[in-house]
């Protein structure tokens, strides 16, 4: 069973773009749950997303912004980057019931200059 | 307020040893409890997790954890370590449906 897949795995991007990361869950998972991960902060909850609608958010700008399509896939999208949004930015699988676990990806290296 | 509680930076151990990891929570009910691994520059790998029922849990790698309603707490323990197991751990209760970690032990294994 192949396990979730973040691609890019790197990513260097300049102040004030945008960018856009993908998260293939695992098949039969229908959440999908996104973090960030700095030196700083830690590990931060963004958002999830359930049969294709936002059932959580975390506290973070609305330049940060996300969607799962039909078939699971997530994709979040950060506009306007800032050099804080340096990170590590994990997807996490589940299959979004009350008693389950959440699997991650390798997660996706974003390094803004 | 609510929060999870890593209380060790940094540990470090010789190989062959035993481990145990801290962690405290702050929640009104007993939340769902996990612990993760991440080596560095990868993702973090579920070692294990607490739902009810039993509060010894065992994960995978040789790991357990206790969970202790009465002290708040779901230590992770490892009889004895391997070198492999150097890494960095997160305790991380599930509320509200999302994962809120904590800052993170890093377990450091010498020869």
């Known amino acids: 069973k192949a396990g979730v897949t973040q691609t890019p795995r790197y990513l260097i991007k300049t102040r004030g773009q945008q960018v856009t990361l993908s998260c293939s869950p695992i098949s039969g998972h229908r959440s999908v749950s996104w973090y960030q991960q700095t030196p700083g902060q830690g590990l931060q909850f963004l958002f999830e997303?359930?049969?294709?609608?936002?059932?959580n958010k975390g506290n973070f700008p609305g330049r940060f912004s996300g969607r799962q399509f039909s078939n699971s896939r997530s994709e979040m999208n950060v506009s306007t980057l800032e050099l804080g949004d340096s990170a590590l930015y994990l997807c996490?699988?589940?299959?979004?019931?009350?008693?389950?676990?959440?699997?991650f990806g390798q997660g996706t290296r974003l390094t803004v200059v | 307020a609510q929060s999870v509680t890593q209380p060790d930076i940094h540990i470090t151990v010789s190989e062959g040893a035993s481990l145990e990891l801290r962690c405290n929570y702050s929640?009104?009910?007993?939340?769902?409890l996990f612990w993760y691994v991440q080596s560095p520059g990868q993702g973090l790998q579920l070692l294990l997790k607490?739902?009810?029922?039993?509060?010894l849990v065992q994960g995978i790698k040789g790991f357990e954890a206790e969970f202790k309603r009465s002290q708040s707490s779901f230590n992770l323990r490892k009889p004895s370590v391997h070198w492999s197991d150097a890494a960095e751990y997160f305790c991380a209760p599930r509320v509200a449906d999302k994962l809120i970690f904590g800052t993170g032990t890093r377990l450091q294994v010498f020869p």
């Open positions: 929640y009104g009910a007993t939340p769902y």
């Open positions: 607490y739902f009810s029922g039993d509060t």
């Open positions: 997303y359930f049969s294709e609608t936002q059932r």
């Open positions: 996490a699988s589940s299959l979004g019931t009350k008693n389950t676990e959440a699997f």
